[in-house]
Nanobody, 125 residues
Framework: QVQLVESGGGSVQAGGSLRLSCAASGYTYSSYYMAWFRQAPGKEREGVAAIDSDGSTSYADSVKGRFTISQDNAKNTLYLQMNSLKPEDTAMYYC???????????????????WGQGTQVTVSS
């Protein structure tokens, strides 16, 4: 049974940093592609960043240069380092897995089959 469990969310002031983690279990981690999505109140869920098995990455324009996605296959864990946070980054952040993706990987064409339960990020001005 595939399970994705996020952690690391919290409340920070604008300009601050947070590091999200997503612990995966129940499957061979390296056999799936991973991504982060977020959903703010009253808005649709949107892709934030995705990572391929070879380390190739894709980011939404709104987070380029501020967020970094990475993974540790040995620990079955996905990360999202978020720097220079803005109030508009406030959202529930979700970890997601997909069995296949288009090449090159593109967060805008990432279709998850499994989601985590989410971790809340709140950025105050």
């Amino acid at each position: 049974q595939v399970q994705l469990v996020e952690s690391g969310g919290g409340s920070v002031q604008a300009g601050g940093s947070l590091r999200l983690s997503c612990a995966a279990s129940g499957y061979t981690y390296s056999s799936y592609y991973m991504a982060w999505f977020r959903q703010a109140p009253g808005k649709e869920r949107e892709g934030v960043a995705a990572i391929d098995s070879d380390g190739s990455t894709s980011y939404a324009d709104s987070v380029k240069g501020r967020f970094t996605i990475s993974q540790d296959n040995a620990k079955n864990t996905l990360y999202l380092q978020m720097n220079s946070l803005k109030p508009e980054d406030t959202a529930m952040y979700y970890c997601a897995a997909a069995p296949f993706v288009a090449v090159p990987i593109n967060i805008h064409n990432f279709y998850p089959f499994q989601w985590g339960q989410g971790t809340q990020v709140t950025v105050s001005s």
